[in-house]
Nanobody
Framework: QVQLVESGGGLVQAGGSLRLSCAAS????????MGWFRQAPGKEREFVAA????????YYADSVKGRFTISRDDAKNTVYLQMNSLKPEDTAVYYC?????????????WGQGTQVTVSS
């Protein structure tokens, strides 16, 4: 069982930056691949970024490639999403997720989400 808690969301102007964090419970965090997803109002949840269990592999949605960076710190049981050059269309609730498979087609564990709002 893995419990995930996101933090770091907020209101930022277009062009600004935010760093999201996702703290995981449990002693097996390092064996999980981690992902970030987002859901904007009226839209379906979409994939943002993922990182392998050992941090050696990452991949991104085309919409965030070159602007967002996913990373992990297994000593802190935390995965991060550094978001730069934010755009109003990045406004959404951001969720982190965990799964033993990488790449995962379905994630077993989800956090409660953190709101990111980008003003124009």
């Amino acid at each position: 069982q893995v419990q995930l808690v996101e933090s770091g969301g907020g209101l930022v102007q277009a062009g600004g930056s935010l760093r999201l964090s996702c703290a995981a419970s449990g002693r097996t965090f390092s064996s999980y691949a981690m992902g970030w997803f987002r859901q904007a109002p009226g839209k379906e949840r979409e994939f943002v970024a993922a990182i392998s269990w050992n941090g050696g592999s990452t991949y991104y949605a085309d919409s965030v490639k070159g602007r967002f960076t996913i990373s992990r710190d297994d000593a802190k049981n935390t995965v991060y999403l550094q978001m730069n050059s934010l755009k109003p269309e990045d406004t959404a609730v951001y969720y982190c997720a965990a799964d033993r498979a990488y790449p995962a087609s379905y994630y077993d564990y989800w956090g409660q989400g953190t709101q990111v709002t980008v003003s124009s």
